[in-house]
């Protein structure tokens, strides 16, 4: 079946614009988070959503981040006024059951994004 | 604030050799997970070892767990070329009611041929 799915995959923007990246994560899945990851780095988690609970939006770095999730599925993370600090491969993943981390998590592609 | 951190930060060995790779993390958890990823892109699921288990396998690979010293190892047996990758450990914590899944900082695997 389809998996995870970014989308762009490649993102090259000027500083000081906005961007917004998209996931569908996989259908029936409840719970869907976002991660950065910066050349040669871990994982940096940015925000969990789960069904319909009140997001953990935690590891938002600024206030230039946001994230949406619109009916339970597909997500937008959203960066306002780009900085050169934001260049990443952002990685969104979804899991089929509530958090507790008992389900694997299933990852996309992730979108590089490359502010000039 | 990184939950896992792996050990070494890289390792290069010998094709047919064992690879280990450790994890230790600060919170209690409920469970352990192992991920691999190639190319700086999405990341693959390995394993899922439960704060109850000390132990388990899958095909060449070794997951143990020690809940008293909040750390796990990952073993690789009989590497091969395409074992080439970066590994990473995955916990949640216990003590949360909508558990985020925080990531280690990943161990860069080299396989010689």
């Known amino acids: 079946g389809a998996g995870v799915s970014q989308s762009p995959s490649n993102k090259v923007t000027e500083k000081g614009k906005d961007v917004e990246l998209r996931c569908d994560p996989i259908s029936g899945h409840t719970a869907l988070y976002w991660y950065r990851q910066s050349l040669g780095q871990g994982l940096e988690f940015l925000i969990y959503?789960?069904?319909?609970?009140?997001?953990?939006k935690s590891g938002l770095p600024s206030d230039r981040f946001s994230a949406e999730r619109t009916g339970g599925s597909v997500s937008t993370l959203t960066i306002q006024r780009t900085q050169q600090e934001d260049s990443a491969v952002y990685l969104c993943?979804?899991?089929?059951?509530?958090?507790?981390?008992?389900?694997?998590?299933?990852f996309g592609n992730g979108t590089r994004l490359t502010v000039t | 604030s990184q939950q896992g951190e792996e050990d070494p930060q890289a390792l290069s060995i010998q094709e047919g050799e064992n690879a280990t790779m450790n994890c230790s993390y600060k919170?209690?958890?409920?469970?352990l997970q192992w991920y691999r990823q190639n190319s700086g892109r999405g990341l693959v699921h390995l394993i899922l070892i439960r704060s109850n288990e000390r132990e388990k396998h899958s095909g060449r690979l070794r997951v143990t767990l020690d809940t008293s010293k909040k750390s796990s190892s990952l073993l690789i047996t009989a590497s091969r070329a395409a074992d080439t990758a970066s590994y990473f450990c995955?916990?949640?914590?216990?003590?949360?009611?909508?558990?985020?899944?925080?990531f280690g900082s990943g161990t860069r695997l080299s396989i010689r041929p």
């Open positions: 959503f789960q069904g319909n609970s009140a997001p953990d």
């Open positions: 919170t209690s958890i409920n469970n």
């Open positions: 995955a916990t949640d914590a216990s003590d949360s009611s909508a558990s985020k899944i925080i």
């Open positions: 993943a979804s899991s089929p059951t509530p958090g507790w981390g008992n389900s694997p998590l299933h």
